[in-house]
């Protein structure tokens, strides 16, 4: 199983930036999937995540309103739309994936890391102000 997380980049704050994260080996239309980022210095953190079917999101509160998930099955790969950018959304991205298929958790699971037995390689945002 392999993820691939890519789209990262240098950007002005207030832009914005989609990020992508292609599978291979795990279907993405029957396992959960998230983002987390991790910061210089700082311990990775939960972004956002989609539930196995696509129905339900959850973000975390500082990216609310301003990041949108999303998942295209056919293209087995998820989509972080990142906008109106700030600079401390700084981070490496890592996407990351359920092993089991078609789970469906109590909504504290999604924000915990144990939850993805799948890592991809992260790719670095930079908001400049």
């Known amino acids: 199983v392999q993820l691939q997380a890519s789209g990262g980049g240098l950007v002005q704050e207030g832009g914005s930036l989609r990020l992508s994260c292609t599978a291979s080996?795990?279907?993405?239309?029957?396992?959960?999937m998230g983002w987390f980022r991790q910061a210089p210095g700082k311990e990775r953190k939960f972004v956002a995540a989609?539930?196995?079917?696509?129905?339900?999101?959850y973000y975390a509160d500082s990216v609310k309103g301003r990041f949108t998930i999303s998942k295209d099955d056919a293209k087995n790969t998820m989509y972080l739309e990142m906008n109106t950018l700030k600079p401390e959304d700084t981070a490496v991205y890592f996407c990351?994936?359920?092993?089991?298929?078609?789970?469906?958790?109590?909504?504290?699971?999604?924000?915990?890391?144990?939850?993805?037995?799948?890592w991809g390689q992260g790719t670095q945002v930079t908001v400049s102000s």
């Open positions: 990351a994936g359920d092993r089991a298929y078609q789970r469906t958790y109590i909504a504290v699971a999604y924000y915990r890391q144990p939850t993805y037995a799948y």
């Open positions: 080996g795990h279907p993405v239309s029957r396992s959960v």
């Open positions: 989609i539930s196995w079917s696509g129905g339900t999101t």
